[in-house]
């Protein structure tokens, strides 16, 4: 009898385990497609079935089922939503991550040097070379005339300056003809030479210096031009002082009656490119004119430092190819020189 009580309890305590563990099992709603666990109830015991979505549950009986059923009804039931959990967890690492916003990257560019070879770019940056690109001289206390110096004496201006004409000044020896020839060429201040060879054509043998002189509004640069030369006694790059020979008068190998051309130039780019600048007093001086206004400058004696290469239309002319008149003498003078000798004769007999 105490057996069979021990018994009944026993099935009562699993009938109700089985109980409240099927009323414990969740199902959770599965995707679009997916199927519903939904638990039902009898008065006296819990049926699990599965059916999809839209779907009514039947109002006939369910059998009644054993402790076994029961017990497998609820593992079935938990493997159900392990099962559709792990679809879901790999659903979410099967999904194709959104791609990560691209940064724009920015790249800082080396700064170049600009190309003056074009427009305005400048050359590369050289080494210079005080010999070739360079020269110092002393600032210029003053300037005399080129012969007869300081005051051109034996001398007269056989043609003088004329803007879009002859620049320059002709200075011949009173004696007339090639009287003058061989005489000496005085620079007319200090400077240094940056020109000083055989051009041919009318020039002859040329020699340009370039002077730096101090005045009211800082320091200025001006060339000095001597053409027609017989003989060249200093070198590009030389210094010369004022009042030092530095050539003997020509006729531009025979081309003219011996004489001097003189040039005073504002502009030191000129070189013997004429043709390419305006000629005119914006870029020339009045020879004459310039030395007697600047006769007595301001000099401390220092050095000044002078550019060289500055005749950049120059080193296009193919100096030797250049047609040269020696011994082509054409007689030379004019009647402009004619007159001014028979003037500076008059003038030299009233003294």
């Excluded at 000044?169 to 007339?176: K, L, N, P, S």
Aim: aromatic share 8%; hydrophobic share 35%; net charge positive.
């Amino acid at each position: 009898m105490l057996g069979k009580a021990v018994i009944g309890t026993l099935v009562c305590g699993f009938f109700s385990l089985g109980t409240s563990y099927a009323q414990q099992v969740e199902v959770p709603r599965a995707k679009q497609s997916s199927v519903v666990a939904q638990v039902k109830y009898t008065a006296a015991q819990p049926v699990v079935g599965v059916q999809p979505l839209g779907f009514t549950t039947s109002s006939a009986p369910a059998p009644k089922l054993t402790i076994e059923q029961m017990r497998r009804a609820g593992a079935l039931a938990a493997q159900k939503v392990k099962d559709e959990d792990h679809d879901i967890e790999l659903d979410a690492s099967e999904a194709t991550p959104a791609p990560a916003p691209v940064k724009k990257q920015i790249t800082a560019n080396a700064v170049r040097a600009v190309d003056r070879s074009s427009r305005d770019v400048e050359p590369p940056s050289q080494p210079i070379s005080f010999s070739a690109q360079t020269a110092f001289t002393k600032l210029a206390d003053g300037f005399d005339f080129p012969v007869g110096k300081p005051e051109a004496r034996g001398y007269y201006k056989a043609r003088g300056f004329r803007s879009h004409g002859h620049l320059g000044e002709d200075w011949d020896g009173v004696g007339g003809g090639d009287t003058d020839l061989g005489d000496p060429v005085y620079g007319i201040g200090d400077g240094a030479v940056v020109f000083a060879r055989d051009c041919h054509q009318g020039w002859g043998n040329v020699i340009i210096v370039r002077h730096a002189y101090r005045d009211g509004l800082g320091v200025r640069n001006v060339d000095s031009l001597y053409g027609h030369l017989q003989k060249i006694l200093v070198h590009r790059g030389q210094v010369v002082k004022r009042g030092q020979q530095i050539a003997t008068i020509g006729n531009a190998h025979g081309l003219y009656d011996a004489h001097l051309h003189l040039e005073v130039r504002k502009n030191i780019a000129i070189g013997m490119s004429r043709d390419k600048f305006a000629e005119d007093l914006s870029n020339y001086y009045d020879p004459s004119d310039f030395i007697l206004t600047h006769r007595h400058l301001q000099s401390s004696g220092a050095s000044y430092r002078v550019a060289m290469n500055t005749f950049t239309y120059d080193s296009r002319i193919n100096w030797d190819k250049l047609r040269n008149y020696t011994h082509a003498h054409t007689g030379g003078g004019s009647s402009e020189s004619a007159y001014a000798l028979k003037k500076a004769l008059a003038s030299q007999s009233a003294h």
